[in-house]
């Protein structure tokens, strides 16, 4: 069995995974996410107050998070299931801190940097 720091190292070593973002793309460009076999996932575009059109990142991460805790709670349970569930809800935190930072510097819902 691999120690963590084996894991670790190995993980820096690996190729990086291709990219779903074609090449040339710009920041106006990235709404949907195209998988093999057709499949894709299309992400809000605008203010949510204009209307709902698509998922959020939130959303997204939720979904992950109960697609890994279905395995955990079977039979494929594993450490690495349980760290992938630990890293996504830190995703989640920290991607619900900028939001909370985004409303309180009064730029959410524009297409303005928060500081």
């Given at each position: 069995?691999?120690?963590?720091?084996?894991?670790?190292?190995?993980?820096?070593?690996?190729?990086?995974?291709?990219?779903?973002?074609?090449?040339?793309?710009?920041?106006?460009?990235?709404?949907?996410?195209?998988?093999?076999?057709?499949?894709?996932?299309?992400?809000?575009?605008?203010?949510?107050e204009l209307?709902?059109?698509?998922?959020?990142?939130?959303?997204?991460?939720?979904?992950?998070?109960?697609?890994?805790?279905?395995?955990?709670?079977?039979?494929?349970?594993?450490?690495?299931?349980?760290?992938?569930?630990?890293?996504?809800?830190e995703?989640?935190?920290?991607?619900?801190?900028?939001?909370?930072?985004?409303?309180?510097?009064?730029?959410?819902?524009?297409?303005?940097?928060?500081?």
């Open positions: 069995m691999q120690t963590q720091e084996e894991i670790d190292r190995s993980a820096k070593c690996e190729a990086p995974a291709p990219s779903l973002i074609p090449a040339g793309t710009s920041d106006s460009d990235l709404k949907t996410y195209e998988f093999p076999g057709g499949f894709s996932v299309k992400f809000q575009n605008g203010a949510m209307g709902r059109n698509g998922a959020i990142t939130e959303e997204v991460l939720d979904m992950l998070i109960e697609h890994f805790n279905y395995f955990q709670k079977g039979k494929y349970a594993c450490r690495e299931n349980a760290l992938v569930i630990t890293k996504l809800e995703a989640k935190h920290w991607a619900l801190h900028r939001k909370q930072l985004r409303e309180a510097q009064d730029v959410k819902g524009r297409a303005a940097a928060h500081v």
